[in-house]
Nanobody, 126 residues
Framework: VQLQACGGGLMQPGGSLRLSCVVS????????IGWFRQTPGTEREWVST????????YYSDSVKGRFAISRDNAKNTGYLQIDSLKPEDTATYYC????????????????????WGQGTQVTVSS
């Protein structure tokens, strides 16, 4: 199983970008996909998750209203649209997949996600 995240870059505050996560080795239909981010010296922070067949989405409070997660199962790809970029969005963004949808907060728990991408760097600076 491989996850390839891409779409990061150097952006100005207020801008937008879309991250992509191409999944290979499994059929994405059966998996929930999540996005996390991390800055040096900090723990990996959950950002958003799109559940598998029920189509439910979850967002952390820090990104709600600016981030939008989506998925195209036909392309085995997940996306994270980020609008109104802020300097505090600067981080390495990781995508991950899980089928372990149990517990009330499964969608935000790093340890529930089985496979991870390599990360894509997003830098927001003027």
């Amino acid at each position: 199983v491989q996850l390839q995240a891409c779409g990061g870059g150097l952006m100005q505050p207020g801008g937008s970008l879309r991250l992509s996560c191409v999944v290979s080795g499994v059929t994405l239909d059966d998996w929930s996909i999540g996005w996390f981010r991390q800055t040096p010296g900090t723990e990996r922070e959950w950002v958003s998750t799109a559940s598998s067949n029920i189509g439910r989405t979850y967002y952390s409070d820090s990104v709600k209203g600016r981030f939008a997660i989506s998925r195209d199962n036909a392309k085995n790809t997940g996306y994270l649209q980020i609008d109104s970029l802020k300097p505090e969005d600067t981080a390495t963004y990781y995508c991950a997949i899980t089928r372990r949808r149990y517990g009330s907060t499964w969608f935000s728990e790093v340890e529930k996600f089985d496979f991870w991408g390599q990360g894509t760097q997003v830098t927001v600076s003027s």
